[in-house]
Structure formats: C-alpha cells, structure tokens
C-alpha cells in the first residue's frame, strides 16, 4: 500500500508541473522542473533559464522575466505557450537569445517584437496564430525554422530588420492578410512556398543582392529585383 501511495504521489506531481506544457515521461526524467514568477522552467548547464510554460493556466503572465533566481532568462523552450489562447499579449526581454519550435504556436497572441540579441526562431514558433496582426524581427536574427509565421490569416504588418539573412521555407504561407512586405538587402535566400498562399500579396520586390530563389515563392507574382 505505502509503494502505491508512493506511485501515485509521483503521478500527481508529475501531472502538476506539466499543466502548462507538453510533457512526457522522458522530458519528466531529463529534466529539473522548477516553478517561479508565475512560469514553469529549467536551469540549464549554463547556469541559463529555459522557459518551458505557464505555471498556471488560468492567469497567463504577459511579461517574461529577465532573470528568475538571479540567472538570466535566455529561451522560450519548445511548446511553452502552444495552444494558450488566452495569451493575448507577451513581452520577451532582451536576455533571450533562442525562441523554441512551436513556442507560440496557435496562441491568442495578436502582435509580438522580439527584442535585439534573439538570433534563433525555431520552426512554426508563431503559426496558425489567428489573432496575430503585427511582427517586428530584429537584425540579430540568424535563423528561422520552416514555417515559422504560416497559417496566420489575420498577419499584415511584417516588419524585417535589415541584417536578416534568410527567409526559410514556407515562413508566411497562408498568411492572407499579407498585402506588401519589405525584404532587406541582408537576404541572401528565399526557401520554398515562403509567401505561398499569401492571397493579398500580389507583387514583391527582391534584393539585388539575392543569391538563392526557390520554387513556388507564391501564387500568381509579380516579382521585381
């Protein structure tokens, strides 16, 4: 009896601390689980905390913490805020350097600046978002995941900070509201199908200094270099 208590203490717990998150037995067993400032999240080997979800679902904390337990808040891990439709509005600090895969996908989130100094979006961090109107990417971004703001219907102000050197398969499909977007003379690349589907986009002006188009950028162009 006392081993089953044991048990099921352990799947409470464990039920508790991935409210928030998508979490399975391998994620429960690799990582420490912590809870503060209204967040669930980990301490890295670096002495750097990874943000892994809300804490709670009820309350959703709009402003991320620079520093939890006096380190620095440096990723939004992968999956912290999927499907947190009450998420309405977020504020990342200039600590954070890395945006996980599926961070905010499917959010309530309606517009986002990601400060100077994140230099890693991963894939579909910020798709099938339907409230989202706005977007400002700093310079400082290196790398965007496939995908990365597709499937937003309501997406039509895109701001792309000149330095950005890539914009990465399939990065605004479907994103209908879309009617104009400025390319920095930084991109050097433009994957597959990045503005396929973008229904309002009917032209789009290409840096000269484009090394590398590939197939289906969009429907119907009118493309001028």
Request: proline share 5%; charged share 20%.
């Amino acid at each position: 009896m006392k081993r089953f208590i044991t048990s099921a203490s352990a799947v409470i717990t464990a039920f508790s601390l991935c409210s928030g998150i998508l979490c399975t037995p391998e994620l429960l067993e690799a990582r420490a689980l912590k809870i503060g400032e209204g967040f669930q999240y980990e301490i890295t080997e670096d002495n750097e905390i990874t943000i892994l979800g809300f804490s709670n679902t009820r309350e959703p904390v709009e402003e991320i913490p620079s520093e939890i337990e006096g380190l620095p808040v440096t990723e939004i891990g992968k999956n912290a805020f999927k499907y947190k439709e009450t998420l309405k509005q977020v504020t990342i600090p200039d600590s954070v350097t890395t945006i996980g895969d599926f961070a905010f996908d499917t959010s309530g989130i309606t517009s986002i600046v990601i400060p100077e100094g994140v230099t890693a979006i991963g894939e579909w961090a910020f798709s099938g978002c339907d409230n989202l109107t706005s977007a400002v990417l700093p310079k400082s971004l290196v790398y965007m995941g496939d995908s990365v703001f597709s499937g937003n219907p309501n997406l039509w102000n895109v701001a792309l900070s000149e330095g950005i050197m890539e914009l990465p398969n399939e990065a605004f499909r479907d994103c209908d509201s879309l009617t104009e977007i400025l390319i920095p003379r930084s991109v050097k690349r433009i994957g597959d199908y990045a503005f396929d589907a973008c229904t309002g986009l009917t032209s789009l002006t290409l840096p000269e200094g484009l090394e590398e188009l590939n197939e289906n950028l969009m429907d119907n162009p009118t493309t001028d270099a």
